[in-house]
Every structure is written in C-alpha cells, then in structure tokens.
C-alpha cells in the first residue's frame, strides 16, 4: 500500500442545505481533524461551507426554484469529486447524517470509480447502526468507523500506514481479505472530554472565504456530548450512549482558541448540545462563567427540552437567569400537547403542564427579548385529524400573540438507531411510500431510489402511517398544515427582518421567492382546502 501521510475528510452536503438559515464548520470533521493533525496532512472538505464563497452551486442557483434535484445532483458531484482529489488524498474519510445517506453513498461510488486504490473510511450515524448493511450494499466503502470516530480513525490509519492487520482496531467494520464482513468490538466511549485537542478551523478548505463574507458566522461549540433523554425517534442516544460533560474550564478554553484565532462576523455563542439545560445548577455555573469572561458576546442555546427547565428551576428563574447572562435565543423541543402521542415518543411529562410551562417561557421571553423558538411533532399513528389540528392551533395562536415567539413542526420520521426503526422493523409501525410531488425534495434525486428504504427512509417520501386516516386524508391535513407554517414563515420574516435577511443573502438563494412561489407549489391531488 501506498503511503498514507494525507488524509481528507469530506462533510457531504446537508440536503436543502441551501435553504438552511444555519450553515456552520462541521465540529466533527474539526474534532477528527484536530487529533489527527499531529501525524497526517488533515484537509477538510465540508461541502456545506463552499457554496456561498466559490461557484459551487453555480447551476442550483441559475436554476428556477422549484427546480430538481436530478439536474443539479451530478453538478454537484462532480464538483465534490474534484475538489476531494485536488487535495490528492492517500486516503478519504467521509462523514455522514442520516438524511443525506444516499448521496454519500452515491458520492463513494462516483470517487472511487475514478480513484479505486484510495482506501475510504465512512463514518456517522447510519453506518454505525448499519454496517452490515452498507458494506453490502456498497463495495467501494473499505471501513466504517462506527461511533465516536477520533481515536478510532487515528489508530485505523496507524495500522494502515504501516501496513499492519486492523482487526484488532476497536470499534470498526470491513470485509476482510475472503471478502467477509468483519466488526471489531465496540470502542469505549472517550471517558475525559477534555482530553480531546481544541479544535480550530485551519485545515477547512474555503474556510477564510467563507468567514471573510460579512455574514452570520460566530461561535459554535458543545459542552457535553449525547443527552440523558430516550426519545422514541431520536438516534442520539444509541450513537452518543450516556451524556458527557466537558468542564467548564475546558469549554472557557476551546471558545477563547477560536476567538484569538478568528474574527467572527457576529459577537455570539452558539450552545449546539443536543439537550443543553439537563441540570440548572451547572448551566447557572457555566454560563455565568462565560459571561464574565466574554461580556459582550449574546448566547444562543439551540436545544433543550422544555423539562430541563424545571430540572432544578421555575421557568421564571431560568429565564431571569438568562437574561442576565445576555441569552438571546432559546430553542425548545416541544415536540407534542398530544398525551398518547408524548408517550409514544417516550416522553412521561403531562402535557397541561407542558402548556403551563411553554405560556410561561413565552411570556417571559418577551418580557426579556430572548427569541423563544419551539419546535413541534405532528402527524404521530394516534393523532386524528382533530387533534392535529388542535396542536398546530396551539402554536399559531402563541405565534399571533408573541412577537418573540417562533415555532415548526415536522411529521415525525424514521431515523436507524432509533426505537421506531426497531419497531418498523420488528414489524410493529407501517409506513407508506408518498407519491412523488415535491420537486424539493432530495426524494426526487437520481440517487435516492437505490438506496432509500433499505438504510434510510427520507421523510418527504415515506411516512409513518396514521391509524385514524387514510394516507390520502392524512397527507391532506399535513400538507395544510405545512402551508399555513409557510405563511407563519413570511410574518416571522417581517418580524425580524435583519435576522431573516441576513440569512437570505448568506444563502445566496432567494429565499422570499421560495415564500411567494409556494403558493404555487403542485397542490396534492388530495381533495379541497380544509378549514380550520
Ligand atoms: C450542531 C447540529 C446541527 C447544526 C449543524 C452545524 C454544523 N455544521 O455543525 C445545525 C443547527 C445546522 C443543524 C441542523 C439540522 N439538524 Co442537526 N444536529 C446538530 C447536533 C446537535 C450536533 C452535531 C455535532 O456537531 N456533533 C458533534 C460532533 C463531534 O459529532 P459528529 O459530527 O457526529 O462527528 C463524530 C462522529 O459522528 C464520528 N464521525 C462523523 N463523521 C465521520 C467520518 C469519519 C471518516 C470518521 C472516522 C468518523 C466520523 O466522529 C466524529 C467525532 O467523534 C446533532 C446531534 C449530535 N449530537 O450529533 C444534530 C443532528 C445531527 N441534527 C439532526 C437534524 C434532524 C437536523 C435538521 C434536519 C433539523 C431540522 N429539522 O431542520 C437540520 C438539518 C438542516 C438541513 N437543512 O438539512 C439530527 C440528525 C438525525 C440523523 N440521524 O441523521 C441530529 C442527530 C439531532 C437529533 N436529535 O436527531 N444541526
Ligand atoms: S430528542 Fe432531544 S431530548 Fe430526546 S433523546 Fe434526542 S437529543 Fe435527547
């Protein structure tokens, strides 16, 4: 084999990543890169990072919004392929989310038919739950990093490079020379955080265009790693396993290496942890700490479950809290008012007390201008049109009555590593194949067909079906629904203006256009307008 010195690692597109308000450096490929760094030449490809500064998406961009996946998907490949190889890897690394699985596996395909003596190393949620599967479906994937991948890719690529047998290195999958699949034991879970190398951004390729565009770009860091909840659709426990906590000291250090090097288009923190306020002591100390060492920078924290906020506190104390310690935006898992539906995600809470404490925190919020966004699940087996319906009234009516107040929902989709794959599996749940309709969707992509089903179920094409509809009624009350969130979507947009134009120009993408156009978007088929 040849010898390994270069190592690339690639971060896929995230789909309709275009439309996305948040497009950030992917901490992975920066934890990977930073403990990799001392014994290989990192380069890191993270594709979502390239198409505001080079010409990346060029075609996506001429194209008329609805346009379709199938004509923009080989541009986009292709220019992936290119820009990996110009890096002139000994070998790929390549990271994955579940939801854009069939492109990665289509990008594999494509690079390895031209660099077939590139060993390639996939990582991720998917193929850590499914590795069997892929390595049978794909030939051109040579390993699967399962897990927590730093320590795991470092000594893979150890052996590698010296040419020695990896069967002994933890917490990987492959064919061996007979061409059968072998998985090494599990790896232990990295017991210190704070062992992990600081992370910075140096080997991004296009990272310094991209940060030099005056855009939202600021801090984005995570103090803990997986969440002490079980939710029934959710793959962050099977994946992360018990939550682990960085200290606080090490965090204080990580947010001053980036800051000393780089100079942040906005002065904010970003809290990306999957469930951020598990216990108000520790947030209380954290954060505190980070104010009075970072005074003048605001704090966002993306996620966290509306139960943490009583984990030790009234709604009232943690947003006077909050506010003190200059948080802006709070980002809440809701997910359902709905109490057959909460137990069906494996949540116990009562929902009147959910209600209690949203108004609470709504309230409050604006009392205090912290942006409070909740984010919701509708469409679950249970739930009747009725219901559904009563959910989302729930949310439109804090909308009108809030200005602080933003919300979304999603139906509920199957992810692997969830309890609800399982349960699909084991036979348990139905899901049904959605016609083809949106032409946003990655569904429609030249990729997809192959490859959906059998390790991911794309949520614009399958659903879980609802015991008390009809999949025509059940798609007809969603899709109404849907719009009536884009119509939410254009008043928040009036709402915050700097906020939303911000995020528009960023994309590169007309986003309003998207908004007005969607009033035209391909009606379903499914019946007459419902009134609600
Ligand atoms: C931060 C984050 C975001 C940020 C991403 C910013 C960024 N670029 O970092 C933002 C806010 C943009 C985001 C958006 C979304 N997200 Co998000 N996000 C996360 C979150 C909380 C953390 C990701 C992270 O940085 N993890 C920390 C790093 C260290 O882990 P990592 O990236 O997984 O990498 C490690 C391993 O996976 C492995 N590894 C990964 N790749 C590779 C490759 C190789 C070669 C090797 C060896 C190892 C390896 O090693 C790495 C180091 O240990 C995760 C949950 C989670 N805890 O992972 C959800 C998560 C990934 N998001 C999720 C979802 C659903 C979304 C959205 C679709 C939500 C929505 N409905 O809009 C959107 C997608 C946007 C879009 N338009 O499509 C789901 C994905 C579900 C799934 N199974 O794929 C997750 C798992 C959350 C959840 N509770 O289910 N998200
Ligand atoms: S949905 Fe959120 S709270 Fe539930 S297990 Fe996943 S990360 Fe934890």
């Keep these: 084999m040849k010898d390994i010195k270069k190592i690339t690692l690639l971060f896929p597109p ?4 275009q439309w996305t308000w948040v497009i950030l450096p992917s901490s992975g490929m920066a934890y990977l890169d930073a403990v990799l760094r001392d014994k290989f030449d990192v380069k890191i490809v993270d594709v979502n990072l390239l198409h505001p500064t080079t010409e990346f998406y060029e075609e996506y961009n001429k194209l008329k919004y609805p346009n379709t996946w199938k004509e923009i998907h080989p541009q ?10 110009k890096t002139q890897p000994d070998v790929l690394g390549v990271g994955s989310w579940s939801f854009n699985m069939s492109f990665v596996m289509e990008f594999i395909r494509a690079f390895k038919a031209r660099n077939p003596h590139i060993p390639l190393i996939l990582g991720g949620i998917t193929p850590t739950h499914m590795p069997t599967e892929i390595l049978q479906l794909s030939p051109y994937v040579d390993y699967i990093a399962r ?7 470092l000594e893979l690529l150890e052996k590698l490079s010296l040419n020695k047998p ?4 933890r917490g990987i999958s492959f064919r061996n020379k007979e061409g059968k699949i072998v998985h090494t034991a599990d790896r232990p879970q990295i017991k210190k955080l704070d062992e992990l190398p600081f992370f910075d951004y140096e080997n991004f390729v296009g990272f310094k265009q991209w940060n030099s565009s005056p855009k939202m770009h600021f801090v984005n860091v995570m103090a803990s790693r997986g969440c002490v909840g079980r939710c029934s659709f ?3 426990a099977a994946f992360w396993g018990k939550q682990r906590f960085y200290s606080d000291e090490y965090v204080i250090g990580q947010i001053k290496y980036l800051l000393d090097l780089y100079d942040f288009a906005e002065d904010k923190i970003a809290w990306m942890d999957d469930n951020f306020v598990v216990s108000f002591s520790r947030t209380k100390r954290l954060l505190n700490k980070i104010h009075n060492k970072f005074p003048e920078y605001k704090q966002q924290i993306v996620d966290m479950r509306i139960e943490g906020t009583h984990s030790g506190c009234t709604p009232q104390e943690f947003l006077n809290f909050a506010k003190k310690v200059n948080v802006e935006f709070m980002g809440l898992g809701m997910e359902s008012l709905n109490s057959e539906s909460l137990a069906f995600m494996n949540k116990t809470i009562n929902p009147e007390r959910y209600k209690k404490i949203v108004l609470k925190l709504i309230n409050l919020g604006e009392k205090n201008e912290i942006r409070v966004y909740l984010s919701g699940i509708i469409g679950l087996p249970n739930e009747t049109k009725k219901d559904m319906i009563r959910q989302a009234n729930f949310f439109i009516d804090l909308f009108n009555k809030h200005k602080f107040a933003e919300y979304a929902f999603e139906p509920p989709c199957l992810h692997p590593g969830t309890k609800l794959w399982n349960d699909y599996l084991q036979g348990k749940i139905k899901v049904y194949r959605r016609p083809l309709q949106s032409a946003k969707s990655w569904h429609e992509s030249l990729f997809s067909e192959k490859y959906n089903h059998l390790i991911w179920m794309e949520p614009n094409a399958y659903r879980i079906a609802n015991t008390k509809m009809d999949a025509e009624e059940f798609e007809y009350v969603l899709y109404r629904l849907f719009r009536i969130l884009v119509r939410l979507g254009n008043i928040a947009r009036e709402r915050q203006p700097r906020f939303f134009v911000e995020r528009l120009e960023y994309n ?15 009606h379903y088929g499914f019946g007459e307008v419902l009134k609600i």
């Design 166 to 169: 990896v069967n002994k290195v």
């Design 147 to 153: 897990g927590e991948g730093e320590y795991t890719l």
């Design 76 to 85: 986009i490949l292709e220019k992936m392929i290119k820009i990996a190889e």
């Design 14 to 17: 995230i789909p309709n990543g």
């Design 508 to 522: 590169g993408s007309n986003l309003n256009k998207v908004f007005e156009e969607s009033n035209n978007w391909p």
């Design 234 to 236: 959710c793959s962050v």
